[in-house]
Every structure is written in structure tokens, then in C-alpha cells.
């Protein structure tokens, strides 16, 4: 079966670095992408990888090892407003979107 | 505001009830999609439209219903419906179905309870 595992939760300190990993068995590959989601709020689009290497867009990066089946989002120079849920999906062969569970991030000061 | 509005925010209705849930998207997708996000779990897709055909269903009860009447529109009605359904039924939509950077843009969802 498909599967993505990323960690239920983690926290962090406001101006620190964090590291989400997520690692991912499908049928296929076609890009993986990271979204965020705030309590209450709609998912919205963080980072999109589909070569191997470090994609850096501001204070987020995102990182894909594909013959490892693993990805990571950096988040740097955390602020309070990061605090929410970070998914990760992966697009397989069908090019349907297979969702971890997400990753609930506290931030405290 | 991603340009994908669901309405109603929230929802409580009884068993025996039937409702709709409505989504619009005013960014020119030819794709749209329901899924459902319960807590701690993955998000789940329900149904995918590619204009407006139906491409994907997976496995959902008949107790949901989907309806795509034109791009721009999605509606889910409800019928019948379980305690266990009780979730965060979120619509999205993407440019179109079977490319790999195909951004999905979300709803805000609706926020439904089955009494």
C-alpha cells in the first residue's frame, strides 16, 4: 500500500530552526509537495520538489531525497505565527495526491 | 483568500437529514475535488472532477453524493449520514488532473457534525 510518514507533532522555540521530515512508499512518484495549515484555516501551498536537492524559498526550505524516499522542510528564523500543521503529499503514478497526517508545530517564545 | 469559497462553514445536522455542501472556485481550474479530514489522520479524497467528469471515487459511501454542474461549481450532498462522518470536508481545486506540478488550491471547508 502507499504511505506517508511524517512525526505527529514537535516544538520548537521563536528564532530557532526546525527540521519536518517525511518519508513516503507509492506507487510512482511525481513531485511532493509541502502544505501548511493554520487551526481552523484551508491548506495552503508551501514548496513543490520533484528533482533530488534543496529547494530554498525565503525562511522554508524543502529537500528531496528520492532514492531514499524522504523529504524535509526547514523551516529558519521561526516566528509565532509558524505555529500550525505542516502536510506533506506526494503525486504517484495516477497522479493522485497521497497525504501524510501532518505534523502539528508549536512554536513558544 | 485562495479563491476556492465552501459554504456553509459549519454544519450540524441530524441522521435523517439531507444537505448539500457547496464550493466555488474563481481561478479558471478545470479540476475540483472533495475530500474529508478527520484528526490526526490523513486527508482523505472523495471525488475528483477533470472537466467535469468524474474521474475518482473512492470508495465512498452512497450516503455522499458529489455534483459537478460546470467548472466553476462542486456541491457534495448529504444524506442519511453517521455520527463517524462528523469532519472537516474540504473542497480544492488545480489547474486540471495528470500533470505533476498541479498546485492544489484549497477551501476554507465545513466544519460538519452528524447528531
Known amino acids: 500500500g502507499q504511505n506517508i510518514d511524517q512525526p505527529t507533532e514537535m516544538t520548537a522555540t521563536e528564532g530557532a530552526i526546525v527540521q519536518i521530515n517525511c518519508t513516503y512508499q507509492?506507487?510512482?512518484?511525481?513531485?511532493l509537495f509541502w502544505y501548511q495549515q493554520h487551526a481552523g484555516e484551508a491548506p495552503t501551498f508551501l514548496s513543490y520538489n520533484v528533482l533530488d536537492g534543496l529547494e530554498e524559498k525565503g525562511r522554508f526550505s524543502s529537500f528531496l531525497s528520492r532514492s531514499k524516499g524522504y523529504s524535509y522542510l526547514l523551516l529558519k528564523e521561526l516566528q509565532m505565527k509558524d505555529s500550525a500543521s505542516y502536510l506533506c503529499a506526494v503525486r504517484d503514478s495516477n497522479y493522485q495526491l497521497i497525504w501524510g497526517a501532518g505534523t502539528k508545530l508549536i512554536i513558544k517564545p | 483568500e485562495t479563491g476556492v469559497t465552501q459554504t456553509p462553514r459549519h454544519l450540524v445536522m441530524g441522521m435523517t437529514n439531507k444537505k448539500s455542501l457547496k464550493c466555488e472556485q474563481h481561478?479558471?481550474?478545470?479540476?475540483m475535488y472533495w475530500y474529508k479530514q478527520s484528526a490526526k489522520k490523513p486527508l482523505e479524497l472523495m471525488f475528483v472532477y477533470n472537466f467535469k467528469e468524474q474521474t475518482e471515487n473512492n470508495s465512498v459511501p452512497s450516503r455522499f453524493s458529489p455534483e459537478c454542474p460546470n467548472s466553476s461549481h462542486l456541491f457534495l450532498h448529504l444524506h442519511t449520514l453517521q455520527p463517524e462522518d462528523s469532519a472537516l470536508y474540504l473542497c480544492?481545486?488545480?489547474?486540471?488532473?495528470?500533470?505533476?506540478?498541479?498546485?492544489?488550491?484549497f477551501g476554507q471547508g465545513t466544519r460538519l457534525t452528524v447528531v
Open positions: 480544492a481545486s488545480s489547474q486540471e488532473v495528470g500533470t505533476g506540478y498541479d498546485e492544489a488550491f
Open positions: 507509492t506507487s510512482g512518484f511525481n513531485g
Open positions: 481561478l479558471g481550474h478545470n479540476a
